[in-house]
């Protein structure tokens, strides 16, 4: 999937070399943990993964498809159907209860009105906040909205879920509750990539991928890949 | 997805409602003036037309002197003065024969008039003749008119306006036929009163009813002196059509008794020229006011944008997550679009609720009348606003990279 990725910022004497070469490839249905200290190139990594931003040289293939080919339309169209994005400080819309926030990127993909209700009651449930749906996220503790996170992520039935640093802002009960949801979503055949500096959170991987100064150093499988179900 | 963007642009709203609404106040304000000051300037061109059509639109007004005297001098534009002679020559029929009634009158200046050790000095005193009640449109309520006989006895009556007979009462609430048969004094004389008129209102400009009337006879033997002149002229056509050969007829006449060729030494005011007018001078006044509330409303717009602005940057990351999780550029300007523009229809529709509200109200002396145009005008520029000035903010708000938005802190 990425092939000789690099990426620069700036230019000149100031020029930052924050991925030099990168080449792996993910395949579906994995769990993978990228890591390494901050300043390795994980997050530049994750924003080239995520369609978020696109490499200087090398090219990125979601799904067979070059994303260096696609307009601004058609990424945010790849982010809204292919992927789901967890971030380490949640990224709610403030204000706006759970099952809007979950429904968000379901009304982005233009689903109706009742179907899209049903989906996003689903994936909350299916993070255990039945019980939550019309919270706002500053009446939710972290972990419930990292859920909430997690269940929006899922909730447009994506091929990638990618979580960056997922339990960064989590006390270690949270933490591996989260864990345990990533787990569960990759245990029904969807590919979860983690960005983490955490050994813990690389624990729970099949794959683990260690990143130095936009280099990969160590890429060792712990588990097998489960097979993939089609997505 | 225009459904939703409103329902996400509603929350945005409701989210920060103190700046919302204070944004609205600037474009309810604006809609508002608008509505209002067009209204006062539609309120005092209909009084003005009011005015000008109870003195009735088939008369005429002959006053001595025309625009420009003085600043002349010399033969050239002489003061003409109107002379009792002049007005036997203006009725008789051979000579002008599109005349049908004319009424002199003379102005008694600011003399006091009093009842009872109440005194009031009425914004309008006239000596003039039988004729001025049907002509100037002046019906009487109560008693009678002065009369012909009057006019040749000299006789010592008045004819109340409602205001005058209620300020010598001294109770705004009193009748006025009240004074029928009371004697007044008015200057140093006593006056018997033979009648009130009927109330007629104000015109926009003066009080109509604030109004007594006398013989000129007796005007000019008590109060004026017998100057053999008139101070002013009303002058009534056979009919609408025979007004402009009427005003030829006084012109013509006028000219050949004063020996002058200038039309400035007097003047002739046809009622139905001086309308036309007088709706362009309102017109003009309109517009002016109309303009002033546009800059108000202008100014109420700018508002939006600044709000939308900082809202925008405010929201920086808001708008990266939308679109790290698929929103399109279209998503993110429909909902920054549709948030100013239901900022300014709700301003706009409290603004007319407001100008209706106020234009209820005398302003100034005059009554506004609302005009229709004026609400849709208010409020579909201030939708305008809306658009126009929501589209810079929205648009930079469209345009920010997902990466640099989710980073913004």
Redesign the interface.
């Known amino acids: 999937m990425v092939d000789g990725v690099t990426k620069t910022y700036g230019s000149g004497e100031t020029l930052v070399r924050a991925l030099q070469g990168v080449t792996f490839t993910i395949e579906r249905g994995d769990m993978v943990a990228i890591m390494g200290a901050s300043g390795s190139g994980k997050s530049t990594l994750m924003?080239i993964i995520?369609c978020?931003?696109v490499a200087t040289t090398g090219t990125y293939e979601l799904d067979g498809t070059d994303v260096r080919d696609l307009d601004?339309?058609q990424l945010?169209?790849v982010?809204?159907?292919k992927i789901?994005?967890v971030?380490q400080s949640f990224?709610?819309?403030?204000?706006?209860n759970a099952l809007m926030n979950v429904e968000?990127?379901l009304?982005?993909?233009?689903m109706k009105r009742a179907e899209r209700r049903q989906r996003a009651e689903e994936a909350l449930v299916a993070v255990g906040l039945a019980d939550r749906l019309t919270h706002l996220p500053s009446e939710l503790s972290g972990g419930q909205q990292q859920r909430v996170a997690i269940a929006?992520a899922i909730a447009?039935n994506p091929a990638l879920i990618l979580a960056d640093e997922p339990t960064g802002a989590l006390d270690s009960h949270s933490s591996t509750e989260v864990l345990d949801l990533f787990q569960g979503v990759n245990d029904t055949g969807r590919t979860v990539v983690l960005i983490t500096h955490e050994d813990e959170v690389a624990r729970r991987a099949r794959r683990v991928i260690r990143l130095r100064d936009g280099s990969i150093i160590d890429d060792h499988r712990q588990a097998p890949t489960l097979k993939a179900v089609p997505a | 997805?225009n459904f939703?963007s409103a329902r996400i642009a509603l929350?945005g709203i409701n989210?920060n409602r103190l700046r919302s609404v204070l944004t609205m106040l600037g474009i309810m304000i604006g809609v508002a003036a608008v509505i209002i000051l067009v209204a006062v300037g539609s309120g005092s061109a209909a009084a003005n037309r009011k005015r000008l059509e109870a003195l009735g639109s088939n008369t005429l007004t002959v006053l001595p002197g025309g625009f420009g005297q003085g600043a002349r001098g010399g033969t050239q534009s002489r003061r003409v003065q109107i002379t009792d002679g002049d007005v036997a020559a203006l009725a008789d029929p051979t000579q002008a024969p599109s005349i049908s009634a004319v009424v002199p009158s003379v102005r008694i200046a600011n003399v006091v008039v009093s009842y009872n050790g109440a005194s009031t000095t009425p914004a309008q005193e006239l000596g003039t003749t039988a004729s001025f009640a049907p002509v100037r449109n002046y019906p009487v309520k109560t008693g009678s008119f002065i009369t012909a006989d009057d006019e040749d006895n000299h006789s010592r009556v008045v004819v109340l306006g409602t205001s005058v007979a209620k300020n010598l009462l001294g109770d705004a609430t009193a009748d006025p036929s009240s004074m029928l048969g009371a004697t007044v004094q008015v200057g140093a004389g006593q006056y018997t009163v033979i009648g009130t008129f009927e109330s007629k209102g104000s015109n926009g400009a003066q009080d109509q009813d604030d109004i007594i009337v006398m013989p000129m006879s007796t005007a000019r033997d008590a109060l004026v002196g017998n100057t053999g002149t008139v101070d002013g002229l009303t002058v009534q056509a056979k009919n609408r059509a025979a007004t402009d050969t009427a005003q030829n007829e006084i012109t013509s006449i006028l000219a050949a008794r004063h020996r002058t060729t200038t039309t400035s030494s007097f003047q002739v005011l046809n009622q139905a020229s001086l309308l036309a007018t007088q709706d362009a001078s309102n017109r003009t006044f309109t517009v002016l006011l109309g303009t002033v509330a546009a800059i108000s409303l202008l100014v109420g717009g700018i508002g939006v944008m600044n709000i939308m602005l900082v809202t925008v940057t405010e929201r920086t990351?808001?708008i990266?997550?939308?679109?790290?999780?698929?929103?399109?550029?279209s998503?993110i300007l429909g909902q920054f679009m549709v948030e100013a523009v239901l900022l300014t229809m709700l301003g706009g529709l409290l603004g007319v609720v407001v100008g209706l509200l106020g234009s209820q109200f005398t302003i100034v002396g005059v009554e506004p009348i609302v005009a229709p145009y004026s609400i849709v005008l208010a409020f579909g520029v201030a939708v305008l606003i809306g658009l126009f000035f929501g589209i810079y903010p929205a648009n930079r708000a469209a345009s920010l990279r997902?990466?640099d938005a989710?980073r913004y802190e």
Do not use: C, V, W
């Open positions: 924003n995520g978020l931003d601004d339309f945010a169209q982010r809204n159907r789901g994005f971030f990224n709610l819309i403030p204000r706006t968000l990127p009304i982005y993909a233009g929006r447009s | 997805m939703e929350q989210a990351r808001e990266g997550i939308r679109k790290a999780i698929g929103a399109q550029r998503h997902p990466i989710l």
